[in-house]
């Protein structure tokens, strides 16, 4: 049976994204204006020509380009090294027999429902014994292994990497990691690109840990954002263009990237 | 640094057998055997030992730094939740079950509990139900799918933190854009940040604006591997379009919907960002009278304003064990459903 869709799906699909798209634009609007505009009621329906005279007032009132920086460190470094241990592991459970291997896929699937953000209090205590209070290194701590990393490699290799092709890796005498290199990794490529991006995305927008460990000085953009924000007095302008200014790298991320992100999220769940 | 760990293991691999760089760490001690034993007998010897450990060796780094940094802090919460810890003077003296009554007998906490759980409902049942139904209108043979289904993830990339703030502008008490409209149409503007239902609904409404369209692409990522010749069947019977996807979607679909909801229970319990944007005075902690303050809040608030880490530990507990319970809760009440429907359809 096709199942062609008729206006109405369309039409209601449509309306949904405008109506999510509507908040975005209306975050540049306000960040595109005085600070006055936001008092008018009615508000205006095109941007402004303020938006830079604003941008320029973020950069004078928080250390934003630091911030950018920060978060691109924290981000790539947390999400390769994800990749890195996901791929490894995922393998391993994917296409390698050992004993114990079910009982301990078991446990890394439990371990993603483990709100491990509840443990911020012994994390801050072992960082500032180590000294690490902020630098961006404890802000990356946290996110070094997710278990979502290692199960969604795993259902990725279970059916993309044929058994025949390791066993003839092997037979040619390649070691097993040699076999991991040149039979797996090449063909995990793109799960590995998805799963990069997704943590990547996932680090940026994180806020409560680097909240605790990061000063205002050396912040990443949530923390600036949250500066930004809570001053004494309200400037939406000011707020709203910082605002537009920090989603910007994660949109043009995800206007290049976007079929990826979706192919990744469905792929997640479809065994899970 | 994470990279440690390899660089170690790898180099002792290295030194063990040039031609593999398998990071095992019993190749230190094959290497001092490999001057006395002929060549091959220990080269055979070696590819046993790849085989048999190389799974461990690959899974461990993972299993080591989780519990490094997931398990044992979360652990350990339950450890520092029993002292007397101060954030500048450190470990105090053993205080048994005292945080945890300080903790409830502070008036700000069940009223954080009770927001965190009100936010919780109002942001995860409409959640569900939208999810589902944008799901269905994806399921099926649209132009563009993919076009489509990067629209709808669109606000998933605003972060939480702006998530906050934008909405806290829209819902903004005297010059937003939510009351402004209201006005328009004649309705009276409404106290969102002041008044404590109204200010659950506008911090829910970000997190459903936020999730909706991530959950519906699980949701249609399963959906998609129902068999089509179900539908046909169902067509054939006369059911319409509703009809198919209440009685044979949906109820195919349960676990991944089960999934969908224990996680966003997971999640959604630990809101923080959001509620913390939304409140425009200095503190941000959740509203003047608290109507706002969600139980990871106060974990900061304890934590981090008051410097008493024994009392954020046992908040922190307290809200593991709402955590646990909600999501067993939903678990059991799910799968009474599932049972209640299965009866239904076959009478």
């Not at chain 1, 943590?199 to 205002?216: G, R």
Request: proline share 5%.
């Amino acid at each position: 049976m096709t199942r062609r869709p008729g206006f109405l799906v369309y039409g209601l699909l449509a309306a949904f994204i405008v109506g999510s798209a509507l908040p975005l634009y209306w975050s540049f609007l306000i960040g595109s204006h005085t600070k006055e505009v936001i008092t008018r009621d009615v508000p205006p329906l095109l941007p402004g020509g303020h938006f830079l005279s604003n941008a320029q007032r973020v950069f004078d009132s928080v250390p934003f380009w630091k911030a950018l920086g920060n978060s691109l460190m924290v981000s790539s470094v947390a999400a390769t090294s994800v990749v890195i241990f996901g791929t490894l592991a995922g393998y391993a459970f994917a296409k390698l027999r050992f004993r114990g291997s079910t009982a301990l896929l078991v446990f890394v699937v439990v371990t993603m429902a483990v709100p491990t953000q509840l443990g911020v209090v012994p994390l801050f205590i072992v960082m500032a014994e180590l000294g690490w209070t902020g630098s961006v290194w404890a802000a990356i701590v946290p996110s070094i292994v997710t278990a979502f990393g290692v199960f969604f490699m795993r259902q990725y290799l279970v059916d993309a990497v044929p058994d025949e092709l390791i066993e003839a890796a092997r037979v040619d005498g390649c070691s097993m990691f040699r076999t991991f290199l040149t039979v797996a990794v090449p063909v995990a490529r793109p799960a590995m690109a998805i799963l990069w991006l997704f943590t990547f995305m996932m680090v940026w927008t994180d806020f409560f840990w680097p909240l605790i460990v990061l000063p205002a000085d050396n912040p990443t953009v949530q923390v600036a954002l949250n500066q930004l924000q809570s001053g004494y007095f309200k400037d939406y302008a000011l707020v709203l263009a910082g605002t537009s200014l920090a989603t910007i790298p994660l949109l043009v991320l995800f206007v290049v990237t976007g079929k990826q992100f979706v192919a990744g999220i469905m792929q997640g769940a479809v065994k899970g | 640094m994470p990279h440690d760990v390899e660089v170690k293991t790898g180099d002792a691999a290295q030194a063990a057998s040039p031609g593999s760089s398998s990071p095992d760490p019993h190749d230190v001690r094959l290497s001092a055997r490999r001057t006395s034993g002929p060549r091959s007998a220990w080269r055979q010897r070696l590819s046993r030992w790849d085989v048999r450990f190389s799974p461990y060796v690959y899974i461990s780094p993972f299993f080591i730094l989780f519990l490094i940094v997931g398990m044992f802090p979360l652990v350990y919460t339950a450890v520092v939740s029993v002292y007397d810890w101060s954030l500048i003077g450190g470990k105090g003296e053993f205080v048994g079950l005292q945080n945890y009554r300080d903790v409830i007998e502070n008036p700000y906490f069940l009223k954080s509990a009770v927001n965190t759980i009100s936010i919780f409902l109002l942001s995860s049942v409409p959640q569900i139900l939208m999810s589902l139904a944008l799901a269905g209108l994806l399921d099926t043979a649209l132009r563009g799918a993919t076009i489509w289904r990067m629209g709808v993830l669109l606000p998933f990339v605003v972060a939480p933190v702006a998530v906050g703030i934008i909405f806290g502008s829209l819902f903004g008490d005297r010059y937003g854009l939510i009351n402004e409209a209201l006005g328009w149409v004649g309705l009276p503007s409404v106290a969102w940040h002041t008044d404590r239902l109204a200010s659950h609904l506008a911090i829910a409404t970000m997190v459903n604006w936020r999730w909706t369209g991530y959950n519906a692409l699980i949701l249609l990522a399963a959906m998609q591997s129902v068999p089509r010749d179900l539908y046909d069947a169902a067509a054939i019977d006369g059911a319409n379009r509703f009809r198919q996807f209440t009685s044979i979607t949906v109820p195919s679909i349960k676990p991944t919907v089960v999934f969908v909801v224990i996680t966003s229970t997971i999640g959604g319990l630990q809101i923080f960002a959001e509620p913390r944007m939304f409140d425009s005075t200095l503190a941000q902690n959740g509203g003047s009278d608290r109507q706002f303050s969600t139980m990871t809040m106060l974990i900061y608030d304890f934590g981090w304003h008051l410097r008493d880490l024994g009392r954020a530990s046992a908040t922190a507990w307290l809200l593991f064990l709402l955590i646990i319970v909600i999501a067993l809760g939903n678990y059991v009440l799910s799968r009474r459903f599932g049972t209640l429907t299965k009866a239904r359809r076959r009478r």
